[in-house]
């Protein structure tokens, strides 16, 4: 929609209905600046939409994004509940969808713990996330199967525990695997 001073304002169906627009119609300020304010909670819902679409998202990462594309703090807290409110966002099942994705990367509880921080999911959901995951030994047997060339040397098995301190492993969760694996170089 142009306005008079050949402005263009972007407006959504939602607003050309609710404020009953007809071309040629005389405009206050007022109704310009209620025109802007609800086509920017506009444009966020549809960017929102447009975003979780595409791959699954936490409530916060959509707010962030669509704060960093333009919309206002409170549109993008808006859009987001309101996806939220559709069931088009469910940070439960995107928490435990991140931990079985880290989980099948070869990644520990640790590196799942961080993920989910560095995604913005709400700590209360974290439990139920973990509960996703495999056994600890069970994913660390498979690493060190993939990762361990054999042979006897230190040094090796020294670069394995730390590559698997890195993965988010704890050290009481490997030093059983590595005993045993001691136990088959000792063999």
Aim: hydrophobic fraction near 40%; aromatic fraction near 6%.
């Amino acid at each position: 929609m142009f306005l008079e001073g050949g402005d263009l304002l972007r407006i959504t169906t939602a607003e050309l209905l609710r404020f009953d627009l007809r071309p040629g119609m005389d405009l206050s300020d007022a109704i310009v600046v209620q025109l802007k304010q609800s086509t920017g909670a506009s444009e966020a819902r549809v960017r929102g939409a447009e975003m979780v679409g595409r791959q699954m998202l936490s409530k916060k990462e959509v707010t962030r994004r669509l704060v960093k594309k333009g919309a206002a703090e409170q549109d993008a807290l808006d859009a987001a509940h309101w996806l939220e409110e559709l069931g088009a966002l469910d940070d439960a099942a995107y928490a435990a969808a991140l931990a079985r994705r880290c989980a099948a990367s070869g990644y520990g509880r640790l590196r799942v713990r961080e993920e989910l921080r560095r995604r913005g999911v709400p700590e209360a959901l974290w439990e139920k996330a973990f509960a996703c995951l495999p056994p600890a030994e069970e994913a660390i047997r498979a690493l060190v199967k993939k990762k361990y060339r054999g042979g006897d040397d230190p040094k090796a098995v020294k670069r394995l525990s730390d590559s698997l301190l890195r993965r988010g492993f704890t050290w009481q969760e490997i030093r059983p695997v590595l005993r045993e694996l001691n136990d088959l170089i000792d063999e």
